[in-house]
Nanobody, 120 residues
Framework: QVRLEESGGGSRPIGGSLRLSCAAS????????MNWFRERPGNQRNWVAT???????NTARFVKGRATVSRDIAKNTLDLQLDNLKPEDTAMYFC??????????????WGQGIQVTVSS
């Protein structure tokens, strides 16, 4: 059974950094894509970053150059490093996982989410 649990959220200053971690148990790292999404207040949930089964990565345009997604398969963790934080980074951040097939990432499993608040 897949379980995802985010940690590392909280309040951060503008211009600061944060590192979110997702403890991912039961994940098939060879066949799953691992993702971060975020949901800003009053907005829909948006994709932030993905790491694919082959280790390749992609990040959304709005965090390009500021975000790094990584994984540690031995520790069953997925991380998101976000630097030069902006107020618009304030959101609930979610870890999501699912099979990578037919060049599509399935977002089958979700964590509960963790709040990040960026302010002066």
């Amino acid at each position: 059974q897949v379980r995802l649990e985010e940690s590392g959220g909280g309040s951060r200053p503008i211009g600061g950094s944060l590192r979110l971690s997702c403890a991912a148990s039961g994940v098939d790292w060879n066949n799953f894509c691992m993702n971060w999404f975020r949901e800003r207040p009053g907005n829909q949930r948006n994709w932030v970053a993905t790491i694919y089964p082959d280790g390749s990565r992609n990040t959304a345009r709005f965090v390009k150059g500021r975000a790094t997604v990584s994984r540690d398969i031995a520790k069953n963790t997925l991380d998101l490093q976000l630097d030069n934080l902006k107020p618009e980074d304030t959101a609930m951040y979610f870890c999501a996982a699912g099979p990578w097939q037919y060049e599509t990432c399935e977002h089958t499993y979700w964590g509960q989410g963790i709040q990040v608040t960026v302010s002066s």
